[in-house]
């Protein structure tokens, strides 16, 4: 058996190396990627989910019955004995981001990340004039500071385009780019569907410069959409103006082989799970799209921080919905929130008022 430590070390180890890339992935004055989950149940959680109004029921699992509260409790505590991540101070954050932009980009775990960090500004400022719009994309805007939070939900990043044979999948197309471009801060994440076949695809066929075909290698596609992305980033986006983030892959908790990824032994889901997953109990691999995402952020000229989450994320299979959300059946894909997206948020927050000063 492969134990936790070999695979999180793996996971780490990538991580470093795509941090180390010196003129793509801008540097942390110390690794906040490193670490484990320690209890605390002073500090944790942030807020009160039964208290925000910006959490869609796929993620609000205490309302749909979960009854244990202990996965609220975990704080992330990095390793590095030179750095720690701070508290999530949301006025501090409010006053640094004043009249500023931030917008998610991405699939269903970009709007997991987005409700988290509404709900985090919302507990540091529950009575502050706050709009909300959904149209012509979904925007919470926090008036008394102008900061206004979007969602833009794009599956690929690169276009589905209709055509007379029926909708493509176009990897060297990224229409919505002009729009990206004048937000202040944008993160962004793709992966979830890029394995997904069938009426759930959201296309029919896929296009590769000017060869279309009904399907292709799933890696290779999902390498030349990031590698559109990035020469986008490099050809249009003004990085004094933009802050680039890209979320590494959240990690999944379902397992066909009878639980053995984390050493327990009968378990095929995350329905029970109540602790993060204890050192030395578990074995895995490091996830090919991750490497993709690395390499790609590697490629890039222009400073994009990685937000790589996938090591501190795949402790905890205590952390998603299960059963307990408003649209039923068992999601062990998406996070409770309350939960792990919070800390996601913290290690943006730190980023970005680093960089702010």
Known sequence: MIRLALVLAALMAAGRGAAA??????????????????????????????????IRKEF???????????????????????????RFNGLEFLMKMKG?????????L?????????CMLHAAAPNSNITRDSQPLPTVTFQDYGVSIILFTSHYLVDIQQDKIGPVLNLNSMSSGNLWKQMDVL????????????P?????????????????????????ALQTWAKWVDSSVDTSKTALFFQGVSPAHYDLCSGAG?????????????TPIAAGATRGVVPLAL?????????????????????MSYMRKDGHPASHNGLGGMDCTHWCVAGVPDTWNQILSTTLLTQSG
Not at 60 to 86: E, I, N, V
Not at 187 to 198: K, Q, V
Not at 262 to 274: F, K, N, Q
Request: proline letters at 5%; a neutral charge; glycine letters at 6%.
């Open 21 to 54: 890339a010196a003129n793509s992935i801008t540097q942390q004055r110390c690794d906040l990627y490193q670490g484990s989950w320690v209890p605390d149940s002073a500090d944790c959680p942030l807020y009160d989910s039964s208290a925000c109004p910006f």
């Open 110 to 118: 970009s709007m997991n990340q987005y409700d988290s960090l509404l």
């Open 187 to 198: 993160i962004f994440n793709t992966w979830l569907w890029w394995y997904r076949t069938g």
């Open 262 to 274: 984390w050493g327990e032994a009968g378990v095929r889901d995350c329905s029970r799970e109540t």
């Open 291 to 311: 490497q993709v995402q690395e390499d790609i952020l590697r490629s890039i000229r222009k400073p994009v921080h990685f937000l790589n989450i996938t090591a």
């Open 100 to 108: 500023k932009k931030i917008m998610f980009v991405g699939d269903s």
């Open 200 to 224: 759930k695809q959201g296309w029919e066929y896929i296009q590769d410069g000017k060869t279309i075909s009904k399907d292709m290698n799933r890696m290779t596609a999902f390498t030349r």
């Open 60 to 86: 609000d699992c205490l309302k749909y019955g979960r009854p244990d509260h202990q996965y609220l409790q975990y704080r992330w505590q990095p390793s590095d004995a030179a750095c720690s991540l701070p």
